[in-house]
């Protein structure tokens, strides 16, 4: 099964989120594609942050199990989609991944904000934006 990889910069807060809501609205299924997630500049093994959890959990997907990665050379080249987060991501993945371009887009016409650190109503608003950019990509790749 080809993957679609959620991206933002820590893999803790918007693509965890972007995840676990693609899996939570039958994206897999719909899609054929399965979901997966990973971040520009992160560590690998760090939890999704508590206030992502809690507004995911509130749109219906689970991501307690979450533990964050760094996306590496070889997932991008597998992957069939890269999703980012912001235009940031987008021109960063481009030139880490030049050979990858014609699959890397970006999951609003604008950028998701980062809720890192935020309150738990700034996690809301950032995971109301991912979840509408989720359903669309739902909306225009499933069968």
Known sequence: MDNIIFICTGNTCRSPMAEGLFRAHGGEEQTGLAAASAGLFTQDGMPASENAITAAKELGADISAHRSRMLTPEMAKNARYLVCMTGAHYDRLCELFPDCADKVFTLLPTD???PFGGDLETYRRAAA??????RSIIGRLGA
């Open 112 to 114: 998701v904000s980062d």
């Open 129 to 134: 934006q991912i979840d509408e950019g989720v």
